[in-house]
């Protein structure tokens, strides 16, 4: 199948003194994104799952504007850990790629808050829709 993607709506609230989406709020997106990845593709919440955020970089490559409305974002996932797996993004406006990021999720023990195996099904679904 290949690459996730998500509609996001550009609120009010985004935008910061520069009259465009504060560099924050990209995070946000790229979770959103992620979120219904989650519910979409894992048939799981991410809010009760045992997966945390280990790191994430965006590189900005131009300004969201309110006047934009929304911005779609991509998740692929480009490797699969034992107990992590790397997402990338795109965050894009109209088709022009406005944000480009990679973050790492680590699936966690509840009990101990160590690194845990990926939950099998899990793994099974990401590699089957994106085709690892």
Do not use: W
């Amino acid at each position: 199948m290949g690459t996730y993607t998500a509609e996001i709506d550009v609120r009010f609230r985004d935008i910061d003194a520069m009259g465009h989406v504060n560099n924050a709020v990209y995070a946000t997106y790229i979770e959103q994104a992620r979120a219904q990845y989650f519910r979409d593709i894992l048939d799981a919440d991410l809010m009760r799952s045992s997966t945390v955020l280990a790191s994430i970089s965006i590189d900005f490559r131009r300004s969201v504007e309110l006047s934009d409305r929304e911005v779609t974002v991509t998740v692929d996932v480009a490797e699969l850990g034992r107990s992590s797996a790397t997402m990338t993004h795109e965050v894009r406006v109209g088709g022009a790629v406005a944000a480009e990021a990679e973050a790492t999720l680590v699936s966690l023990d509840p009990e101990t808050g160590e690194p845990a195996p990926l939950p099998e099904d899990h793994r099974t679904e990401m590699e089957s829709y994106h085709d690892l």
